[in-house]
């Protein structure tokens, strides 16, 4: 079964066709300036490319690129589209109403669409994209929906509520939601493949850091606590985003500045961060050479990541009471070895401890354990693949239909 896997953004459009006798990435490839102009860059898995700059008024006339690339370019990955079998799409907000994957018909497009107040980034894009491909494809493919929100409905009251009035959750469905899921889902699967190791009774702390960045408690194979709460904002600094603030900053910063909702929405979400502290940049490899090179700034910015990212690995090692393992992945997570030294660092009073020769060589899609023989507290790298989780839910889900 070949499945083709999609993760639409407002102006953008990736995906990857994912050959599931094996779990084999056949070709990966990103439409992007949709609705400006339009390009597409497109791989083989045997290292074949074909790209092209070529008119995308909207996320169809994409699609229509996409089908051309993986069927009829020099770098085609199949004969003919009858040999996809199913699409699953990447959603970012499930709200309350989604917990697990759902195939796709006309009612959870709409439902997804309904989630837009609480992720206008994100799910009107997936929306447009469903629609665009049950139009590019017919209806006679299968499509899944998989939610980044739906490892962490596991969450019990007491992680996922906001201590304001009831009533505010009740009207308004105001809480902590999550986001990574399907990272934080996917690593979590592997850690129990690599060591064998029952779920019932585990305590683990995943960390998922790339330009954007969260953690999670899990508690049992189950999400127990999450950094990021209503929004993908809420956490800790990450490349443009402040992450968690005292509430009282924004309406000081409204009084001074004069701004309003959009600009404030802007400024935390895409002036912050690595890039609002450093002001060099949001790409933590800029910052960190930057620092090397003697940047103020740019030092400041890494402790101050490193510090934060310490400092929720510390509480959700109190949460869970104590934890079997930390799992550090995402770009930063898988490469920066440094930090992963840092972290273990702060946690030597308990035993943690990291072989630091293997953490130096465990980078560029290394994947094991970094920690000695003899630490009380297990520490891995395991590279994300989200999307050969979306593609799993959609091959487990079609072959029941």
Same mark, same amino acid.
């Given at each position: ?12 459009? @990736? ?19 949709? =609705? ?123 992680? !996922?509520? !906001?201590?304001?009035? !009831?009533?505010?959750?009740? @009207? ?8 990574? =899921? ?77 701004? =309003? ?14 890039? =609002? ?18 940047? @103020? ?105």
């Amino acid at each position: 079964m070949k499945i083709l896997v999609v993760n639409a953004g407002s102006s953008s459009l @990736k995906y990857q066709l994912i050959d599931m006798n094996g779990e084999k990435m056949l070709a990966k490839g990103l439409c992007e300036r949709i =609705g400006v102009d339009g390009r597409i860059t497109h791989k083989t898995a045997d290292g074949r490319e074909y790209s092209a700059e070529t008119p995308m008024p909207d996320h169809t006339a994409a699609f229509d690129c996409l089908k051309y690339a993986l069927v009829e370019s020099d770098a085609k990955a199949v004969e003919s589209l009858d040999e996809i079998s199913a699409v699953g799409h990447r959603i970012v907000q499930g709200g309350a109403i989604f917990s697990e994957s759902v195939v796709v018909d006309e009612k959870v497009v709409e439902e997804i669409e309904g989630l837009a107040d609480l992720a206008p980034l994100h799910n009107k894009a997936h929306a447009q994209g469903i629609r665009a491909c049950l139009e590019s494809f017919g209806k006679d493919v299968p499509e899944v929906v998989v939610f980044d929100t739906a490892f962490h409905s596991t969450m019990p009251e007491t992680s !996922y509520l !906001y201590a304001l009035p !009831y009533e505010y959750f009740e @009207k308004y469905k105001i809480r902590r939601y999550g986001f990574h =899921g399907t990272s934080h889902r996917y690593i979590t699967q592997r850690y129990f493949e690599l060591t064998g190791k029952e779920k019932e009774g585990s305590r683990i702390v995943t960390c998922h850091l790339g330009n954007g960045s969260s953690i999670s408690a899990v508690k049992d194979g189950k999400c127990y606590d999450t950094s990021m709460g209503l929004t993908p904002l809420d956490g800790f600094m990450m490349g443009t985003r402040t992450g968690t603030l005292d509430p009282s900053v924004v309406t000081y910063i409204i009084e001074k500045e004069n701004l =309003g909702a959009k600009e404030l929405s802007d400024l935390f979400n895409k002036k912050s961060g690595m890039l =609002g502290v450093s002001g060099i940049s949001s790409d933590n490899r800029d910052v960190e050479q930057a620092a090397k090179d003697g940047n @103020k700034r740019a030092q400041l910015a890494i402790t101050m990541q490193r510090y934060q990212i310490t400092k929720f690995v510390g509480q959700y090692i109190a949460a869970l009471g104590g934890t079997d393992a930390i799992i550090f992945t995402g770009g930063i997570g898988e490469n920066g070895d440094e930090l992963r030294e840092y972290v273990a660092e702060h946690f030597g009073y308990m035993g943690v401890k990291i072989d630091l020769e293997l953490n130096k060589k465990m980078i560029r899609g290394g994947e094991g354990l970094i920690s000695t023989p003899d630490s009380s507290v297990a520490v891995y790298v395991i590279p994300t693949n989200e999307e050969l989780m979306i593609a799993r839910d959609t091959k487990a889900i079609v072959e029941k239909m």
